[in-house]
């Protein structure tokens, strides 16, 4: 029983990290813009969040150090998501190519950056952040040690921005056209919609959840930085995909291949999985492989924003 | 009207390649003001103040991305994003790999032999985004990014369980057959010191072949044609789905030889078990971008991209991380990817240019027939 509980426990620090930046990418790419650059944002994001973590240590601990840890992430992300939207919105570049400018550029910036911070490429952190168990609710018996104990609060807020994301996206103004420009932005701008702006603020907030993303995966998982978060963001857009472009989708496949990654990174300390035999890069592999078999099944009616990667051009016809 | 094209899209290419050391001159002034211009002077002037070591070196650097950016260029023609190339790259090399380490009854073929199996590997490993594409509609890119992933940690698990592949102590393959390591072919003389070997010239000869299969053969044409418009190829009574698929293997075949180049240079290359994807996989896309997709284009272009990264290399004499080559290099990338932008730019600029001059001689008409 209790190494289900610890299964359950790693599995939400990997998880939250692949929905948020997931949703990130979901909210981009149904406003058109294909977002490749979310591992370069993740980066960013764990980057400016665990160095100012860093730099603020014994100053600050806490929940208040991991609250303003988290608005930097965010604000860094949107800022680098920038870049990317200028690419792909004003200049009509391929956004494939702006987006791979963008994940090599991140983590050449990180270790250039830390190095001349710290001397080294590694930022060490001190993590202050975990929840034991969480006052009440942790007592509760089974659900309580699943879900409410050696917790963080960025788990929570994980499933916060879940709902959102289900209600901002469905059942608001805003979100059916967001859509409406990820499906048809000539239509959309007909009906007096500024495309630019709904497509600004697809990538805005795929720059936000991505920035997070990338801190909340660090945070749980390590006790230092060195300028990688492991491809999460690729397997962010592997778990969009698998979610078809929505947020409920998103959340179970996030949970699939979150359980696929605790298993590779645990299974030594699972008695049943460490005596079958099947090595770790199976559990590694799964995701990809499940991708590519969905990728396969669905093409035929596949959920994807029908006008994704094309640059708008009010003239075309 | 191609040639005044092909030179706009030469000028976008300086023009972000200039902005990229822009940036990263302006990076080492906030880093380091005392010593940025002695830093920057060394990024430009690096390899050539060593020599001809210094020169070998960059040729050894440019092979593998040369070959990866001949992959991602030769699918940038015919309408594809090979982002794949670091799969492809890690399969290929685990071909060789494998030749390299069991294939010792080969002799002095053995290169040869490795070396054609990386190709077979890459081939078939390109085949598979391909086949999605072509047969599953299923865009390339993400299925490449897949079998990126895949590849890598295939290739890890294939060696890592492999006792006969696997040098438990220090994490990576085992050394290959002295055998297998491609001979000098006199280049090693010629710059004596650095890693060059013959793959150099096997890749001077890949985009000589690549080149010619594109500019001058229907093979090519039908493959470009796919790229222009998939559907009038069809129309025009080609096999499109065969186009992709073959197009894919090929880009694929380029970058699994070029996984074979790195790792048996003998230069001292293992693959390492870690769970990264193979640099050299991106480093192909910046090489093909830089260089227009055109196979002269990415020679020099990977010449480039190989001169400042051992100019970074002898950068770490000073006070600076060698990661300032990967700013630099992302920032041209950045920039090459509107270059559609700044070619519209240069074109306007050539029209007003053209209009004034005529409005200029119009006046000057005028002016004498009065």
């Known amino acids: 029983m209790n190494t289900l509980y610890m299964v359950i426990q790693q599995a939400m620090f990997f998880t939250i990290p692949l929905l948020l930046v997931a949703l990130g990418g979901m909210f981009s790419e149904r406003s058109g813009i294909i977002n490749i650059a979310l591992e370069g944002i993740m980066i960013m994001g764990a980057f400016t969040g665990i160095l100012f973590i860093h730099l603020t240590t014994g100053k600050l601990s806490g929940q208040l150090q991991l609250i303003l840890a988290i608005v930097i992430s965010v604000s860094t992300g949107i800022v680098f998501s920038l870049l990317h939207a200028f690419a792909s919105i004003n200049l009509k570049a391929d956004q494939t190519i702006s987006g791979t400018a963008l994940n090599m550029f991140a983590p050449a910036f990180a270790i250039f950056v830390a190095r001349r911070i710290t001397g080294t490429q590694q930022i060490q952190f001190t993590n202050t952040f975990r929840i034991a168990s969480v006052p009440v609710l942790g007592d509760i018996p089974v659900i309580g040690n699943m879900f409410f104990q050696n917790t963080y609060i960025t788990t929570y807020l994980g499933f916060i921005i879940l709902i959102v994301s289900i209600v901002v996206l469905f059942y608001t103004r805003f979100g059916l056209r967001l859509r409406s420009c990820g499906e048809h932005p000539q239509a959309a701008d007909s009906v007096g919609i500024n495309v630019y702006h709904m497509q600004y603020a697809g990538v805005i907030i795929s720059g936000a959840l991505a920035g997070l993303g990338g801190l909340v995966f660090v945070v749980p998982t390590s006790t230092n930085f060195n300028a990688s978060v492991a491809g999460y963001g690729f397997l962010a857009l592997a778990v969009l995909i698998f979610g078809q472009w929505h947020p409920v989708k998103i959340f179970g496949a996030s949970v699939f291949f979150g359980l696929m990654k605790t298993i590779a990174a645990t299974y030594s300390a699972i008695p049943v999985l ?8 199976v559990y590694k592999m799964v995701p990809y492989l499940a991708t590519l078999a969905v990728l396969m099944f669905t093409s035929k009616n596949s959920q994807a924003p029908k006008a994704e990667g094309i640059p708008y051009d009010k003239g075309a016809r | ?19 990229g050391l822009l940036v990263g001159m302006v990076i080492l002034l906030v880093s380091n003001p005392a010593q940025a211009f002695q830093g920057f002077f060394t990024i430009l002037t690096g390899p050539v103040t060593h020599g001809l070591k210094g020169v070998g070196q960059v040729f050894y ?11 991602v260029g030769f699918a940038f023609k015919t309408g594809l994003f090979n982002i794949g190339a670091a799969g492809q790259f890690i399969i290929g090399a685990f071909a060789a790999i494998v030749v390299g380490i069991h294939g010792k009854a080969l002799g002095s073929a053995q290169w040869i032999v490795a070396l054609l199996a990386a190709t077979i590997a890459g081939f078939l490993w390109g085949a ?3 086949i999605f594409k072509a047969c599953f509609n299923v865009n390339e890119v993400i299925a490449c990014i897949m079998t990126n992933y895949i590849g890598m940690y295939l290739v890890n698990y294939l060696v890592s369980t492999n006792a006969s592949l696997y040098d438990k102590i220090r994490n990576y393959s085992k050394d290959v057959a002295k055998t297998a390591n491609i001979p000098g072919m006199g280049l090693d003389k010629l710059f004596e010191g650095s890693s060059i070997n013959g793959g150099f010239l096997i890749a ?15 093979f090519g044409y039908e493959l470009k044609a796919a790229g222009f418009n998939k559907d009038a190829s069809k129309y025009a009574g080609m096999n499109e789905k065969r186009n992709i698929i073959v197009s894919m293997a090929i880009a694929g075949a380029l ?11 003998g230069s001292g290359k293992h693959i390492v078990i870690q769970d990264v994807l193979a640099a050299e996989g991106m480093n192909g896309i910046s090489v093909a971008l830089l260089g227009l997709s055109h196979p002269i284009g990415v020679l020099f272009a990977g010449l480039f991209i190989a001169y400042i ?3 970074g290399f002898y950068l770490q004499l000073l006070d600076f991380p060698t990661e300032i080559i990967d700013i ?14 700044v070619r519209v730019f240069l074109l306007n600029l050539q029209k007003k240019r053209e209009l004034t001059q005529k409005a200029n001689e119009k006046t000057k008409e005028g002016g004498t027939a009065e």
């Open chain 2, 255 to 265: 970058s699994g030889l070029g996984g074979a180049m790195l790792y048996l240079a």
């Open chain 2, 328 to 341: 630099i290099t992302a920032v041209i990338i950045y920039f090459s990817a509107f270059s559609l932008f």
């Open chain 2, 309 to 311: 990264t051992a100019g």
């Open chain 2, 204 to 218: 001077l000869i890949a985009v000589a072949i690549i080149y010619v299969v594109l500019q001058k053969t229907t």
């Open chain 2, 128 to 130: 598979i985004p391909g």
């Open chain 2, 61 to 71: 650097y440019a092979t593998p991305i040369i070959m990866t950016g001949l992959s």
């Open chain 2, 1 to 19: 009207m191609q040639k005044k094209r092909d030179h706009l899209g030469f000028l976008s290419s300086l023009f972000a390649i200039f902005v």
């Open chain 1, 274 to 281: 460490s005596t079958s035999g099947i090595p770790s890069y």
